[in-house]
């Protein structure tokens, strides 16, 4: 089915839908419309920025006035996963599976340094993390902060919602290897000293 | 009595063991009274001894040298003065074996699966010698200065392996056994448990609601701290300490200014030691706050999060304007800090003070005193006196047991010694008690800050240009965390960066120890005993 240019811009869509037998656009909107304000996130803590998501979620910044206070322990009932903290490559398997776990439509947010690109654990030659979980599961919104302040937690939400609106909530991975020419952090591994010399000077 | 018992021990390992190498230290300067290289034979019989006489492990670790490795007992007693001494054995890299001492140390088995997750020694004897912090398959021993870092691009590689393991692994990771009666079975608990705090798994084995044997299984939150730390600048460590124990980051700041000035001789002015003090003790109300709020939330009650998270965004606002963090603070500098306070601090902490105090109070009547809550924790998860001496556990968790251990008044830094504070302890070591401690402190650390803040005097904040290197040699230095003793054994080889930096975290020794409170529960109290250990994942798995 073509649709008139016009037509679409009017519906604040840029592209012809994938063709398909019937297409109910206006039904589409309503759903993403209550898609966006009834956001339910997954309890979900991996380190330091969850404490931030917890702050969050207390009476001071009160996520709850926007609709998405309902956190859900089980990744079942659950359609947001906020990733608050260091992805080890030992925990990387258990998100991947709670990811696979919750139902469609589900979006991203990483939150903080860590969850974007490994944060202050990145240097060449780490061997412990996953740096950026967007490498394994598509992302919606960066949230940037080592921690990120709660305000920023709920601009991200905001922002999320606003491209659930307008349809464009469809996330994204990053290449599998970022050639990162930016880190130049000394990465200086030693030598092992001996012994002897050592006890002979202290 | 204590002088006694340590001219005890050392006579002892003179006379029996007969040290290859001995060395008398100076306790102000190195954190430990005396240090012994024994025969690795007999490390063992050494280490019955130390515990016959009431010594604790606190830590134990190994350092890669060029020609043998060197593994590193640090023994302690409950009583001020500190006693602290330092045992070690040496492991040729041809051997590569120990002895394993986890028969006589319960706290000994996680210890020394680290040694081998990390460096790869093996440990005779062991009952489970498995990898704790990295996943099961791993192929590397990061801490061997032999190991030089993973090439660009393995994060991925390796997790999506891990990824397509765990599909594989699922019967084994999730072990299903079926007996006669089908009354006995595996339950798996985490890591993605809203009350694991984190990213804490534990393995339960069931016979219908009874727990007959729990397993931690650590490792989630690895975040390589300790290899990070070798190839930084002494410096550049600041923001690790900010985020090993984010919960009660300044503390950790304390730990590491006292080593690095400990191993420097060097002495922070007055002004800089009342401040410290002042928010390191803010910080730990902040902490017991946190944990008050979501131990209750654990067990069911959801108000009192919201209290207590209430008072705790007013303390972040003081800190937040000392140090422009809201968690992770690295505040403190080698003999100083970052800035000066400003002037709006102690009228603000002032007003603070009698707010808090009205609140405590309603702390006590909402949850101390209500009978539904002491119900679900009096006579839960008890701690008995022996089970904390072989678990080396530490913090609130032991003072709950009866044993009055703070290094605050014990092995006394900074100013503490000229403050007047009591040291809170309950005496029944369960779920309860923990928390009376826990309400007991933030009184004692609202006591202590009320008397100092009007007291600060003036003086400089930092000692100007210092060398960025730190003298060749060993300390060790711990101070009293939220969670209990957090020690830190810096070995310098004079260069830029630490030769190698072991954390002795608390909440690795106090959540070992849960394995013995939790026998005999049901499902229901597991939740509640973990709740009020009051672990930090991060800083279990550093
Ligand atoms: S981004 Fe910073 S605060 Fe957040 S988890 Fe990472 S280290 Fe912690």
Redesign the interface.
């Given at each position: 089915m073509e649709i008139n240019p016009k037509e679409l811009e009017l519906m604040g869509k840029t592209q012809s839908p994938p063709p398909g037998l019937v297409n109910f656009f206006k039904v589409e909107d309503v759903f993403n419309l209550a898609r966006a304000h009834s956001l339910w996130p997954l309890t979900f803590g991996l380190a330091c920025c969850a404490i931030e998501l917890m702050a969050g979620g207390a009476a001071r910044f009160d996520m709850d006035r926007f609709g998405f206070g309902v956190v859900r322990p089980s990744p079942r009932q659950a359609d947001l996963m906020i990733v608050a903290g260091t992805i080890s490559r030992k925990m990387a398997p258990c998100i991947k599976t709670l990811y696979d776990q919750m139902p469609s439509p589900k979006y991203v947010i990483a939150l903080g340094g860590c969850a974007t690109a490994g944060g202050p654990f990145k240097y060449p030659g780490q061997y412990g993390i996953l740096e950026g979980i967007d490498k394994i599961i598509p992302v919606n919104v960066y949230v940037p902060g080592c921690p990120p302040r709660p305000e920023a937690l709920l601009a991200g939400i905001l922002e999320l919602q606003k491209q659930i609106i307008e349809g464009k909530a469809q996330g994204r991975t990053s290449p599998a290897v970022v050639h990162d020419s930016q880190d130049n952090r000394p990465a200086e591994h030693k030598n092992a000293i001996s012994r002897a010399e050592f006890r002979k000077t202290t | 009595m204590p002088t006694l018992a340590e001219k005890d021990i050392k006579t002892w390992l003179l006379e029996n063991v007969k040290p290859d190498?001995f060395l008398e230290k100076d306790f102000k300067k190195s954190g430990i009274l005396f240090e012994a290289v024994v025969p690795s034979g007999k490390i063992r019989e050494t280490a019955a001894e130390f515990l016959a006489q009431g010594y604790f492990l606190e830590s134990l670790t190994a350092v890669?040298?060029?020609?043998?490795f060197?593994v590193v007992y640090h023994f302690n007693r409950w009583e001020s003065p500190p006693k602290r001494c330092c045992v070690k054995i040496?492991v040729p890299k041809e051997e590569n074996k120990a002895p394993s001492i986890s028969s006589i140390y319960k706290s000994a088995n996680w210890f020394e699966r680290e040694v081998y997750d990390l460096f790869g020694i093996h440990f005779t004897d062991h009952p489970n010698l498995k990898r704790i912090l990295?996943?099961e398959s791993s192929a590397?021993f990061?801490l061997l200065?032999?190991?030089?870092?993973?090439?660009?691009?393995?994060?991925?590689e390796?997790?999506?392996k891990?990824?397509e393991?765990?599909k594989e692994g699922f019967e084994i990771r999730y072990p299903q056994t079926i007996t006669e009666h089908q009354k006995e079975y595996y339950l798996n608990l985490g890591?993605?448990?809203?009350s694991t705090h984190?990213?804490l798994r534990i393995l339960l084995h069931l016979s219908g609601e009874r727990v007959l044997d729990a397993e931690p299984i650590i490792?989630?939150?690895?975040?390589?701290h300790e290899?990070?730390m070798?190839?930084?600048t002494y410096q550049a460590c600041w923001?690790?300490m900010g985020?090993l124990d984010?919960?009660g980051a300044m503390s950790y700041n304390f730990a590491y200014a006292l080593l690095v000035e400990k191993a420097m001789g060097i002495q922070p002015s007055r002004r800089v030691e009342f401040i410290r003090v002042i928010t390191t003790e803010l910080n730990r109300i902040t902490s017991h706050l946190?944990w008050l709020?979501?131990f209750l939330m654990d067990l069911g009650a959801f108000t009192p999060?919201?209290y207590c998270?209430?008072d705790?965004?007013r303390i972040l606002d003081i800190l937040e304007m000392v140090t422009g963090e809201?968690?992770?603070y690295d505040y403190f500098r080698f003999g100083g800090l970052d800035k000066d306070v400003p002037a709006d601090f102690v009228p603000a902490v002032k007003a603070f003070i009698p707010h808090f105090k009205k609140r405590l109070r309603d702390y006590d009547l909402l949850i101390t005193k209500n009978i539904i809550f002491q119900k679900r924790t009096k006579g839960v998860g008890v701690l008995s006196r022996e089970n904390a001496l072989a678990y080396g556990v530490t913090g609130p968790c032991l003072r709950a047991s009866g044993v009055p251990f703070d290094l605050r008044r014990d092995e006394p830094y900074s100013i503490y010694p000229e403050l007047d504070f009591d040291v809170a302890a309950a005496k029944d070591g369960d779920v309860f008690s923990r928390h009376l401690v826990r309400m007991q402190e933030m009184r004692e650390s609202l006591k202590i800050v009320s008397q100092i803040i009007d007291k600060i005097p003036p003086g400089e904040i930092t000692l100007g240009k210092l060398p960025k290197n730190v003298p060749?040699?060993?300390t060790y230095t711990a101070v009293e965390g939220a969670r209990g003793l957090f020690g830190m054994c810096l070995l310098s080889?004079g260069?830029l960066?630490p030769?190698r930096l072991k954390l002795r975290t608390p909440s690795f020794s106090n959540l070992n120890a849960m394995i013995d409170m939790v026998h005999g529960c049901f499902v229901s109290d597991v939740v509640s005993v973990l709740g009020s250990l009051d672990v930090v994942?991060?800083e279990i798995?550093r």
């Open positions: - | 190498e890669d040298f060029a020609e043998c060197e040496l990295l996943p590397i990061p200065k032999s190991f030089k870092g993973e090439p660009a691009g393995s994060d991925v390796q997790s999506l891990l990824i393991e765990d890591p993605q448990h809203p984190g990213v490792g989630y939150a690895h975040r390589h290899k990070m070798e190839i930084q923001p690790n985020r984010y919960v946190l709020g979501t999060f919201f998270f209430d705790r965004e809201r968690l992770t060749k040699g060993e080889d260069s960066n030769y994942l991060p798995d």
